[in-house]
């Protein structure tokens, strides 16, 4: 089991930056591919980004070029920094271990 704490969501006008963080605990952790997912009102909830344990990235078409994730594997981190923001990526924003668990989710709002 993991549990999975995200930080750093916000309000941000168009144009700006955000960068989510994304706490596991138990050793599970690096030895699984993360990922963020993000689920705006009324939609599905949709993947933003992946990297596994060995740093290979995969993105949503919608956010390639703007988003970066990256991981620490000695802080059992995984990270999203987000620049260009556009109010299209106004959402909860989910850290997951696919298969094993789901944070608890932070709000990114991103105003025209």
């Known amino acids: 089991q993991v549990r999975l704490v995200e930080s750093g969501g916000g309000l941000v006008q168009a144009g700006g930056s955000l960068t989510l963080s994304c706490v596991g605990s138990?050793?599970?952790?690096?030895?699984?591919?993360a990922g963020w997912y993000r689920q705006a009102p009324g939609k599905q909830r949709d993947l933003a980004a992946t990297?596994?344990?060995?740093?290979?990235?995969n993105y949503a078409d919608s956010v390639k070029g703007r988003f970066a994730i990256s991981r620490d594997n000695t802080k059992d981190t995984v990270y999203l920094p987000m620049n260009s923001l556009k109010p299209d990526d106004t959402a909860t924003y989910y850290c997951?271990?696919?298969?094993?668990?789901w944070g608890q989710g932070t709000q990114v709002t991103v105003s025209s």
């Open positions: 990297i596994t344990p060995a740093g290979s990235t």
């Open positions: 138990g050793s599970i952790f690096r030895i699984k591919t």
């Open positions: 997951t271990l696919p298969g094993v668990g």
